[in-house]
């Protein structure tokens, strides 16, 4: 078993900037692909970025240019740099692991971006 906690939610305004943060009960070192999703109400979860064990990357296209993935498999942490956040990024962040096949989920965090 995996735990996962997540921080740096909150409330922002247009514009602004967040950095979510993810800690793992696992050795970072015995991780694959860590990544972070989110889900608006009434949507479903989609996926927003995603680093490889290798550490290559990939991003929802909506986030490209203004959202950065990292992870620091010496703190076992993944994190998520957020820039210029829109109104339509408003949603609950979850951060995923993947270790010996099987997905691992954290509890989620809140982020809205309102005026």
């Known amino acids: 078993q995996v735990q996962l906690v997540e921080s740096g939610g909150g409330e922002v305004q247009p514009g602004g900037s967040l950095r979510l943060s993810c800690s793992a009960s696992?050795?970072?070192?015995?991780?694959?692909?860590m990544g972070w999703y989110r889900q608006a109400p009434g949507k479903r979860r989609e996926l927003v970025a995603t680093?490889?064990?290798?550490?290559?990357?990939t991003y929802d296209n909506s986030v490209k240019g203004r959202f950065t993935i990292s992870r620091d498999n010496h703190k076992s942490t993944v994190s998520l740099q957020m820039n210029n956040l829109k109104p339509e990024d408003t949603a609950v962040y979850y951060c995923k692991v993947i270790m010996l096949s099987r997905d691992y989920w954290g509890q989620g965090t809140q982020v809205t971006v309102s005026a």
């Open positions: 696992e050795s970072g070192f015995r991780l694959g692909t």
């Open positions: 680093v490889t064990d290798r550490g290559s990357t």
